[in-house]
Nanobody, 120 residues
Framework: QVQLVESGGGVVQAGGSLRLSCTAS????????ISWFRQAPGKEREFVGN????GITDSAQARFTISRDNANNTVYLQMNSLQLEDTAVYYC?????????????????WGQGTQVTVSS
């Protein structure tokens, strides 16, 4: 059974930083693309970034950096220079295919999400 668990969310002042973690179980982690999405109230779920099995990353924001630790089945999302507009629930996701995608409909497995709130 595939399970993804996010952690590291919280409240941070504008301009600050957070590092989110996504830990996976029940998957062959090294072969999977892991993606991050976020969703604010009343808005569509949007792509944040992903990292492929070979370590290649795709990020929608230059302020955010994605890395992975295959030995611990964990992907990290380092968020710097946070802005009010970054407030959202952040989710990690994966699926059964190797092709990377920015579309949330592509992904089969999702974590429960972790709340990030940026204050002024």
């Amino acid at each position: 059974q595939v399970q993804l668990v996010e952690s590291g969310g919280g409240v941070v002042q504008a301009g600050g930083s957070l590092r989110l973690s996504c830990t996976a179980s029940g998957v062959t982690f090294r072969s999977r693309t892991i993606s991050w999405f976020r969703q604010a109230p009343g808005k569509e779920r949007e792509f944040v970034g992903n990292i492929r099995s070979g370590g290649i990353t795709d990020s929608a924001q230059a302020r955010f950096t994605i890395s992975r630790d295959n030995a611990n089945n964990t992907v990290y999302l380092q968020m710097n220079s946070l802005q009010l507009e970054d407030t959202a629930v952040y989710y990690c996701a994966t699926t059964d295919y190797l092709l990377a995608s920015r579309s949330p409909t592509y992904y089969k497995y999702w974590g429960q999400g972790t709340q990030v709130t940026v204050s002024s």
